[in-house]
């Protein structure tokens, strides 16, 4: 590679929750600015930034075993840079540099803007430059952006979360919950969509909780609301919601504003009050199934998922069965398990009452059994609808072999249909009818019944044109759910 700033290539590695996404593609905005061109496949880059989780247990083994095996393109390329940034490297600050002394620049959640100076400083000073702000000093949304995706974004409505649960660390490292501005909100999803882009996903780590930082408990039902107002815009997803903080007048402005999709991602992390309790959830299982059975009368068509924590310390066979019994209650269309394991720096870590492994396994195979069950009764529900398809990219991966597309129904189920024989780019829509079922995906295999050109489509046409862009890889973190189509993304990190 070439040592000229306009000819230094970059390469960000993503790791954990929806909120690194995001960070990450301001992360490349601010190096495309600073005159950094995005690395191609062949040949070791110029820079390589880590945007790191501390969620998992093993998240520093994953960061250090993947800084090791570039230590050697250092020792190749004496003009190669890497960076370590986001929630570990909030926690870990030094040690990283001690243990790696080949980083050139950590820096933490708070400061991710000042990226290209702390590079251009260890060039000049020929040594690490560790900086790691205590609170955010710019929202993130101010930032230059690459994103990923033509026809789909993620907009950012606060930062942090106010919440204690004693699983989670990401109040410790990303502070006390701030929310932006509606109106700086709106602006942003209004300049999308004159880009192109048709759907748009509100985010926070705790969602529901905006206008706790601005005095207004209805402030997010009005951002729906309002959003629903902005002409060119076809779809609006949230993600994700905590139960202490939803309410009536959420389901309201989901029900009653159109491209609001009747789609709800929201954890309930256990059916135990006494394991909730513990995990210092501030809801119990009565108020989270109330929850449902309202978006439910009020949205019958609504897909409803969630995340569940199996094997939390202290949990007995019988705090595991009123699990079993919320699932059987709420009918997730789908739910993202995880056996527990100890998460450094949390309370939850020191609890005692671990479960053992092999008991852990037998609760999760069991759950994983009955979600399964649910997932597909639900889903043959949907065979003989008509659904309206947005075309995504890289969302099928026998697309090429089956000679199908995929997308995602209003109801962000996915979706693989039969390819039309008039040309159709991701971002158009296609109207399709339902034919099959299974667990995780519908099919639809007969022919499509009608496509739409859309403006987004001729927005990821023209950036075809531009030099090709390859998503970063989320390497460590959660599943997926509820993402704008092609990024690679997880739910919150303990919502």
């Not at 590695?13 to 005159?35: F, I, K, P, W």
């Not at 890289?394 to 089956?402: F, S």
């Not at 403006?455 to 970063?472: F, H, S, V, Y």
Request: aromatic share 6%.
């Amino acid at each position: 590679m070439g040592t000229s700033q306009d000819s230094k290539s970059y390469k960000v590695v993503t790791y954990g929750c929806q909120m690194n996404v995001h960070d990450s593609e301001r992360l490349s905005g601010l190096l495309e600015d600073a005159g950094y061109v995005k690395a191609d496949q062949e040949g070791d880059p110029d820079l390589v930034v880590f945007n790191t989780c501390a969620v998992r247990e093993n998240a520093d083994n994953k960061l250090y075993g993947n800084l090791g095996q570039l230590a050697p393109a250092k020792t190749r390329n004496k003009e190669m840079q890497i960076a370590v940034g986001g929630c570990l490297a909030q926690k870990d600050r030094d040690t990283i540099v001690k243990r790696a002394p080949w980083v050139d620049v950590v820096f933490g959640t708070h400061n991710i803007g000042h990226l290209p100076a702390l590079l251009e400083r260890a060039r000049i000073e020929q040594q690490a430059q560790v900086e790691i702000l205590e609170s955010l000093e710019t929202f993130p949304s101010t930032l230059p952006t690459r994103r990923e995706s033509a026809y789909a974004a993620w907009v950012a409505i606060s930062v942090g979360c106010n919440n204690t649960c004693t699983f989670c660390i990401v109040p410790a490292l990303r502070g006390k919950e701030e929310d932006r501005r509606p109106g700086d909100v709106l602006a942003e999803i209004e300049a999308l969509v004159g880009e192109g882009v048709i759907e748009v996903t509100l985010l926070g780590q705790n969602v529901n909780a905006y206008g706790s930082d601005l005095g207004d408990r209805e402030a997010f039902s009005k951002l729906l609301r309002a959003a629903g107002q902005i002409e060119g815009l076809e779809r609006i997803r949230f993600t994700s919601p905590h139960p202490r903080d939803f309410t009536d007048d959420v389901i309201a402005a989901m029900a009653e504003t159109p491209n609001v999709m009747h789609q709800l991602h929201m954890p309930m992390q256990s059916g135990s009050d006494t394991v909730l309790r513990a995990m210092k959830r501030s809801y119990r299982q009565e108020r989270f199934l109330g929850i449902i059975r309202k978006v439910r009368e009020a949205m019958p068509d609504a897909a409803i998922s969630t995340d569940i924590i199996v094997g939390f310390p202290g949990e007995t066979e019988e705090d595991f069965e009123q699990t079993m019994h919320a699932v059987r209650e709420a009918r997730f269309t789908n739910a993202f398990t995880f056996q527990y394991s100890k998460r450094p720096g949390t309370p939850a870590a020191e609890m005692d009452g671990q479960i053992p492994k092999a008991v852990v396994q037998e609760r999760y195979n069991r759950l994983i059994a009955l979600q399964e069950e649910i997932s597909w009764e639900e889903n043959k529900k949907q065979v003989g609808r008509t659904l309206e398809v947005l075309v995504a990219e890289g969302e099928g991966k026998k697309d090429d072999r089956t000679d199908r597309l995929s997308g995602r129904a209003p109801d962000n189920r996915l979706v693989h249909f039969t390819r039309p024989t008039e040309p159709v780019r991701p971002g158009d829509t296609v109207t399709v009818e339902i034919t099959y079922a299974a667990p995780h995906h519908l099919l639809a295999e007969g022919p499509t019944l009608s496509v739409r050109r859309t403006r987004a489509g001729d927005a990821w046409e023209k950036r075809q044109g531009l030099p090709a862009a390859k998503p970063a890889g989320v390497m460590l973190g959660l599943p997926t759910i509820g993402v704008p189509a092609a990024l690679p993304v997880v739910t919150g990190c303990g919502d």
